[in-house]
């Protein structure tokens, strides 16, 4: 009986290994899916059209002052997403300088700073500068004819009116949390 016993404890011992390796095979193996893309990239010197929200002017605006901006037109990258037109940013006005008398023209230069995507702030670089019309020659044609009272002839002061656009670039790279939230109501 002891003879039968060993004779069969090899083919019991790889009946028994044999068991789990089947058991394996007939699991089935899980399917695991590609990872889902949750953010977008927005590459450095992509361009924007931006709309200026508020009013400014050379008169009334100094150095410093903060503005609203909007994206104005929607946005297409190359990976198919589109960023809707109306996310809502922040510009700066750099230098500010009111009109003077002589016929000195009032100056305006502002910064475009950032653009916010959901909870992302997109850094922008664009700049506007400019300056009022000049009144020099009419001040020099009243000076000539009316001695120093022509010195009090003034320029004119420069304005960026809401609804105006300006070209922007993406300053550097930034990443985007998918999906893209609405952009926010007027």
């Known amino acids: 009986m002891l003879a039968a016993v060993l004779a069969t404890a090899p083919q019991l011992a790889s009946a028994q290994?044999?068991?789990?390796?089947?058991?394996?095979?007939?699991?089935p193996?899980?399917?695991?899916?590609?990872?889902?893309?949750?953010?977008?990239?927005?590459?450095?010197?992509e361009e924007l059209v931006i709309r200026f929200e508020d009013r400014l002017s050379s008169?009334?605006?100094t150095a410093g002052d903060q503005f609203s901006i909007a994206?104005?037109?929607d946005m297409k990258l190359a990976d198919g997403t589109v960023i809707r037109a109306g996310y809502r940013g922040r510009g700066e006005v750099t230098d500010a300088k009111?009109?003077?008398?002589?016929?000195q023209a009032g100056e305006l230069n502002?910064?475009?700073?950032?653009?916010r995507v959901g909870d992302t702030r997109v850094r922008l670089r664009a700049s506007k500068g400019g300056e009022g019309k000049g009144a020099m020659g009419a001040t020099i044609a009243l000076t000539v004819l009316f001695g120093p009272l022509g010195?009090?002839?003034r320029g004119h002061d420069i304005e960026i009116?809401?609804?105006?656009?300006?070209?922007?670039?993406?300053d550097q790279d930034a990443e985007i949390d998918l999906p893209l939230p609405p952009p926010p109501e007027a």
């Open 17 to 27: 290994i044999m068991l789990p390796a089947a058991s394996a095979a007939a699991a």
């Open 71 to 73: 994206l104005e037109e």
């Open 98 to 103: 009111k009109k003077g008398f002589m016929g």
């Open 161 to 170: 009116k809401p609804g105006q656009t300006l070209t922007a670039y993406v």
């Open 59 to 61: 008169g009334s605006n």
């Open 151 to 153: 010195l009090l002839k």
């Open 110 to 115: 502002v910064r475009l700073n950032y653009i």
């Open 29 to 45: 193996t899980p399917v695991t899916a590609p990872p889902a893309v949750t953010k977008v990239k927005l590459r450095e010197g």
